[in-house]
């Protein structure tokens, strides 16, 4: 620790690797009582380098927790309509047990439409408003993976929510949205801030709780964090560079997440974890 730290980096790297082995013990024991393994479907539009990238990271760990994975590749003129095919098809199909559609998928598509035609119990990314819908009401079912990844996180350290004041930067509606209505489930006080929002600086200053996820590289100062806050950075920025200025806040923070090995390895181990608990739903495996 540097003489001006203070704060506490979240490790997690370490709690998504333990909540992988979990998923892949679970999914041992659901093959071996059921004679199934679990099963994700990946849809990919286009050959975007990156989202290829990702969804081979992904294909990888589920190989490796032992969870099967099918993998649609879909041209990039692929209309909505067809997606919404593929898709439907894939929600039917008794042998795949969650569905991910790796997004953006184009500005031809419309992605809205194409998430709704995923089942809910097999919506393991947690984009439909079904899932969010039962986010919000706090009824079962799979929330988004970042923002999932993210509450773990703050419960693993212990981060007590009850009337704190969280300000999330962004709202996005697989990031931003969902992980404030998940603080305010915890009894967070919860504010939003976007790119309208006047003096974000001020607002900043005021958090018990800040969640960065904009997506631009140090827009949060480190003299606006509050003494002893918790400072969550799902921000991923070329360089690794995350949202949050890391070594200014280092010296205010109590807890944060670096850029990487913070937020990114939890969104990973929550898909492969939910595919597991659909898996284990739709193949009515219970522990014994
Ligand atoms: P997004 O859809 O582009 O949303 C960005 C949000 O930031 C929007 O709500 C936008 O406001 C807001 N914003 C933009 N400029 C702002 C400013 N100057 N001040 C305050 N708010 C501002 O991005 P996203 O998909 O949520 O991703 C956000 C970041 O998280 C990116 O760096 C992304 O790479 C990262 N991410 C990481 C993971 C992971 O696994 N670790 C997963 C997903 C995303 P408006 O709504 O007003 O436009």
Do not use: W
């Not at 539009?45 to 589920?62: N, Q």
């Not at 097999?122 to 079962?140: C, E, Y």
């Not at 921000?235 to 923070?253: C, E, I, P, Q």
């Amino acid at each position: 620790m540097s003489p001006t730290q203070t704060a506490q980096t979240m490790d997690g790297t370490s709690l998504a690797r333990r909540m992988v082995e979990e998923a892949a013990a679970e999914a041992a024991k659901i093959s071996r009582r059921t004679g199934t393994s679990p099963c994700l479907a990946t849809v990919l539009v286009g050959e975007d380098p990156a989202s290829v990238t990702y969804v081979r990271m992904k294909r990888t760990r589920c190989a490796k927790a032992g969870i099967q994975s099918r993998h649609i590749a879909l041209p990039a003129a692929t209309t909505t309509a067809e997606l919404i095919d593929t898709l439907n098809g894939l929600s039917n199909d008794p042998e795949v047990h969650g569905i991910l559609l790796q997004h953006p998928c184009g500005p031809h598509i419309d992605e809205r439409a194409a998430f709704e035609a995923i089942a809910p119990e097999k919506d393991v990314d947690g984009v439909t408003t079904h899932s969010f819908a039962a986010m919000t009401f706090a009824l079962p079912g799979f929330v988004s993976c970042t923002p999932g990844g993210i509450m773990r996180l703050l419960e693993e350290y212990d981060v007590g929510l009850a009337g704190k004041h969280a300000v999330v930067v962004g709202r996005s509606a697989i990031l931003g949205k969902p992980v404030g209505m998940l603080l305010l489930s915890q009894d967070a006080t919860v504010t939003y801030c976007h790119s309208r929002t006047a003096d974000l600086s001020a607002i900043v200053r005021e958090a018990d709780i800040v969640v960065a996820a904009v997506g631009r590289p140090r827009l949060i100062r480190g003299e606006d964090i509050k003494p002893g806050a918790v400072v969550i950075d799902a921000g991923y920025n070329s360089g690794n560079v995350g949202d949050v200025d890391f070594n200014a806040a280092l010296t205010r923070a109590r807890l944060i997440t670096p850029v990487p090995g913070g937020v990114g390895p939890m969104t990973i181990a929550v898909l492969l974890a939910q595919t597991v608990e659909a898996a284990a739903n739709q193949l009515g495996f219970q522990e014994l």
